[in-house]
């Protein structure tokens, strides 16, 4: 299947299994590898012990070395800053863990049940709002299907990365979904096209295509740096399986705080296939401080950003209320 690994590895495992396997999870390596500035690795280091360094050699491939301040790396880099409490800023700004205790289901939002299919993600994103979420508690995702209200019309399969699942355990998800009366679309939150875009296998594909109900597809990327032509690949390939592909970002400081950066986002992932959706701001979890950017800057970026579009390229800016049923859409203000 894989020439690459078919003869030097016995499991012979996928290309993407390697690739997550392989992700830098030192932060010793990442700072030799990229030629960080020493000074900033004690802090990192204790700053991985609260919520582990992960970085796939795909998205590192996409970080210029020696430049601290490469939007890419400021996403997955460990610092200093997150050590320092701030106010406001808790483990579960959504108030999420205790909604979601022992099943992995949320019903937060009128008919779309999401499902916690797995904690384990191909990349750790340091404004995470799930990074100190306690997954363990899942009951799977097959029990929390079962237990889906009689009036469900769409299933979120999130996580965690669901496409850290492998294609079998999609092709039987998906399979069951259908099953139930109510159901009408099943939706899948994934970071995996953009950060392992290897794993969007051509059986991923077949099960997209061939699922009896609509799935949409909803990736995540920040900064147009993100999308490198295999990435490009990948979405443009679910674009022709899915029924939609959608993206969102998240408004960070020192990541995509400016609306030329902003713009260019929307047309590379026009180019590939994928809508903008999304830009939301940032929820307020421990450790993510340093990547906030108020209200009032958030909207003139937005505004300057949708000056600069055609509206089907302009995302909604929104922010995530804990136990509010909807987003909130945040208007847009120079
Ligand atoms: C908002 C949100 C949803 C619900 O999505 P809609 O697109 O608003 O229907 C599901 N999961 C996460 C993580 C969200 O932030
Ligand atoms: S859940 Fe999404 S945003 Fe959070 S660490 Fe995983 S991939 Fe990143």
Not at 63 to 77: A, E, F, N, T, V
Not at 151 to 176: K, M, N, W, Y
Request: hydrophobic share 40%; charged share 25%.
């Amino acid at each position: 299947m894989d020439d690459t690994t078919a003869h030097t590895s016995p499991s012979h495992r996928e290309r993407w299994r390697e690739e997550i396997a392989a992700a830098v999870r030192d932060p010793d390596i990442l700072w030799t590898r990229l030629r960080l500035p020493r000074l900033l690795l004690p802090a990192g280091r204790r700053a991985a012990e609260a919520f582990p360094l992960l970085a796939p050699e795909p998205l590192l491939r996409r970080i210029r070395p020696g430049d601290p301040d490469d939007p890419i790396l400021r996403q997955i880099l460990p610092l200093g800053a997150e050590l320092e409490a701030e106010p406001g800023f808790t483990a579960d700004p959504l108030q999420e863990a205790a909604q979601c205790a022992g099943t992995g289901l949320l019903h937060k939002y009128a008919g779309r049940s999401l499902i916690v299919a797995t904690g384990a993600c191909a990349v750790h994103c340091r404004y995470c709002f799930r990074r100190h979420f306690p997954y363990a508690g899942e009951a799977g995702w097959r029990s929390a299907l079962e237990q889906l209200p009689g009036d469900a019309e769409e299933v979120i399969l999130s996580g965690g990365d669901p496409l850290t699942l492998d294609d079998e355990a999609l092709e039987e998800f998906f399979a069951r979904a259908a099953d139930h009366p109510s159901v009408q679309r099943l939706r899948m939150h994934t970071r995996m096209p953009v950060a392992v875009p290897s794993r969007v296998t051509e059986r991923l594909l077949e099960a997209i295509a061939a699922s009896r109900l609509p799935v949409v597809v909803v990736v995540h990327a920040n900064h147009p740096a993100e999308i490198d032509d295999e990435t490009e690949r990948a979405l443009n390939a679910l674009e022709s399986a899915a029924r939609a592909v959608l993206n969102q970002s998240v408004l960070l400081r020192g990541v995509n705080d400016d609306a030329d950066c902003l713009a260019a986002l929307s047309r590379r992932l026009f180019d590939a296939g994928c809508l903008p959706y999304y830009l939301h701001l940032l929820d307020p979890v421990d450790g993510a401080a340093h990547f906030q950017i108020d209200d009032t800057e958030a909207r003139r970026i937005a505004a300057e950003t949708a000056a600069r579009l055609p509206g089907y390229m302009v995302p909604r800016l929104v922010r995530e209320h804990p136990g509010a049923s909807a987003k909130t859409v945040i208007t847009p203000r120079l």
